[in-house]
């Protein structure tokens, strides 16, 4: 009987314990120290809450009097501007709760992490979503397209000649600063054919190349026109047609000022590159004899490579065209003779005389000097006559071979490497010395 009075009071006695834990685990009773927040435990509003990042654990107090008025005013800035960014942990709005979990998410942990103090900081620092759609829509209106602003420019250049007649270094420093915007639009494809349909060639282009007597406009206009037709089929076909190749072949034969003859080369290139009827019908008349005439110009060696360079792009260009077989490609190329041009104007006995001539400036210039080997080497073919009778030639390039090859520059190295290449192939055809 005592036994099973003691085994009464055991179950009595475990119920009352379980009450009392399932009492403690739905209701948490709020201090104003940090509490720990068991698992099933309801959390009453108006409590502070924070992540304790020590134990990972829920932990909650009870506002002080300073949080309880920055609770209260933050409540009111929120009644006011329900868009606010920044929201206290229990007061986040329904509606953005049902819309935006992510937006929820954001404001709980800002809640956690920081203080009121903090909260209130952030959000006067933030603005709203809506607030920032409004400035960002407001900017919108003054952003321009790239089209806009050439349509803009072509303009402003013809009102630039129109009202600005009295005032001469106005008007150029106008007209140069609209040249140099230009110049930095046309290197995009898109922008250079609007730029094309818009008029811009023959309304500025061509009377500035033609008939400006003012060199830094004419030098940037050049410039404009090399960037515009540059790997443009389009824009190459129009600068073609408005006869812009006769003009630019005539500063190359007239010119001595470098930065003309530099931005004419530059034009002159960009259209003729991967153009074969341009090149038949430029190259074919002044064109060739422009281009040889800058190698025994009195004019700086680096306007020589470049003129070299373009003279030896036009040959490897055809012989690419051959070496792939394509017919109709080399239909294209069919009627172009480049290298009996150049030997009609004296191409290879003008590259012996100057690279005999400039044998010191290679010397201090191997950049430069590697130019003219790649030049040399595709037009050996039908040089190798010539330069095989030359003894001086025959001299310099291995003079330069042996004073790069001795240098401590690794680049002067490789220039040394590929003059041996180039005189090794044209060994055969110089004479015994």
């Not at 120290?33 to 924070?50: D, F, N, S, T, Y």
């Not at 046309?186 to 349909?197: E, K």
């Not at 540059?230 to 073609?240: A, F, R, T």
């Amino acid at each position: 009987m005592e036994l099973l009075l003691q085994l009464a009071v055991c179950v009595l006695l475990s119920r009352v314990i379980s009450m009392e834990e399932i009492a403690e685990n739905t209701s948490f009773i709020a201090t104003k120290e940090w509490k720990e927040i068991k698992e099933g435990q309801g959390i009453p509003a108006g409590l502070h809450v924070r992540i304790n990042l020590q134990t990972g654990k829920k932990e909650a107090k009870l506002l002080t009097d300073n949080e309880d008025q920055l609770n209260a005013e933050q409540t009111s800035d929120e009644s006011k501007n329900s868009n606010a960014l920044i929201t206290i942990y229990d007061s986040v709005d329904e509606e953005e709760l049902k819309n935006s979990s992510r937006s929820k998410n954001g404001s709980e942990q800002l809640a956690i992490e920081h203080s009121p103090s903090e909260i209130e900081k952030i959000k006067n620092d933030y603005k709203s979503y809506k607030e920032l759609r409004k400035t960002y829509e407001g900017m919108r209106k003054h952003f321009k397209t790239d089209a806009e602003i050439i349509v803009r420019l072509i303009e402003e250049f013809g009102d630039v000649i129109t009202y600005n007649k009295q005032n001469d270094q106005s008007r150029l420093n106008a007209q140069l600063k609209i040249l140099t915007d230009f110049n930095y639009l046309m290197s995009q494809y898109d922008n250079a054919v609007t730029f094309l349909d818009q008029g811009g060639l023959e309304r500025i282009l061509l009377p500035l190349v033609v008939n400006q007597t003012h060199l830094s406009l004419k030098v940037e206009a050049m410039r404009v026109l090399g960037a515009m037709a540059q790997n443009n089929p389009k824009v190459q076909v129009k600068v073609y047609e408005k006869n812009f190749g006769p003009y630019l072949t005539q500063i190359l034969l007239s010119s001595s000022n470098t930065e003309e003859l530099s931005s004419a080369l530059y034009a002159l290139g960009s259209l003729l590159r991967k153009f074969p009827h341009a090149q038949q019908k430029i190259l074919s008349t002044s064109g060739t004899q422009a281009l040889v005439s800058l190698l025994g110009k009195d004019c700086e060696l680096k306007i020589k490579a470049k003129a070299i360079t373009l003279i030896s792009d036009v040959v490897v260009e055809k012989q690419l065209i051959l070496i792939n077989d394509d017919p109709i490609a080399a239909a294209q190329y069919a009627e172009l003779n480049f290298p009996e041009r150049l030997k009609d104007n004296r191409y290879c006995q003008t590259t012996d005389k100057l690279m005999t001539a400039y044998y010191h400036e290679f010397l201090k210039a191997p950049d430069l000097l590697e130019y003219f080997i790649h030049a040399l080497e595709s037009t050996e073919p039908f040089c190798n006559r010539i330069w095989g009778s030359s003894e001086q030639l025959y001299y310099t390039l291995n003079a330069l071979q042996i004073a790069h090859g001795e240098s401590n520059n690794e680049y002067c190295n490789e220039v040394a490497d590929l003059l041996r290449d180039i005189t090794k192939k044209m060994r055969k055809y110089f004479k015994e010395l």
